[in-house]
């Protein structure tokens, strides 16, 4: 009976800790509130074909920083960045780019753009998915 127990426990243990490991996806799926400070809005959830993904800003970034870099996706999306406005930056994803079905994680080097004094807020971190 001791041995059925410890079973037990042990798989009760295992499926808390892969639970557990799991919850770290979400946290791109909703960004920490320490952002608040930095993005007022972004590009996110289901997404069409065409969309464009745009952030804009709580206050005003620096626009004199070349817009190559600072958006990164996985799986990789080719396209252009642009300022639109003082603060906001949109991508333009190449045509076909975004596939049907896909779940897509954004990256944003806020860094580059801001002074960023707590260094988990260097990155701004989301996702979109394709309907």
């Not at 799926?29 to 804009?56: H, M, Q, R």
Request: glycine share 8%; hydrophobic share 35%; aromatic share 10%.
């Amino acid at each position: 009976m001791k041995t059925i127990s410890r079973i037990l426990a042990a798989l009760t243990a295992a499926a808390m800790l892969l639970l557990s490991c799991g919850r770290s996806n979400d946290d791109a799926k909703n960004p920490s509130s320490g952002f608040v400070d930095y993005v007022d809005a972004y590009t996110g959830g289901l997404i069409s074909e065409s969309s464009s993904v745009k952030i804009e800003f709580a206050s005003t970034p620096d626009t004199s920083v070349p817009t190559d870099g600072l958006f990164s996706f996985s799986p990789s999306l080719k396209g252009e960045a642009r300022w639109v406005g003082s603060k906001m930056i949109e991508f333009v994803p190449s045509e076909g780019q975004l596939k049907q079905g896909r779940e897509y994680r954004g990256k944003f080097a806020l860094d580059k753009i801001f002074e960023i004094g707590h260094p988990s807020l260097k990155t701004f971190e989301w996702t979109m998915s394709r309907y």
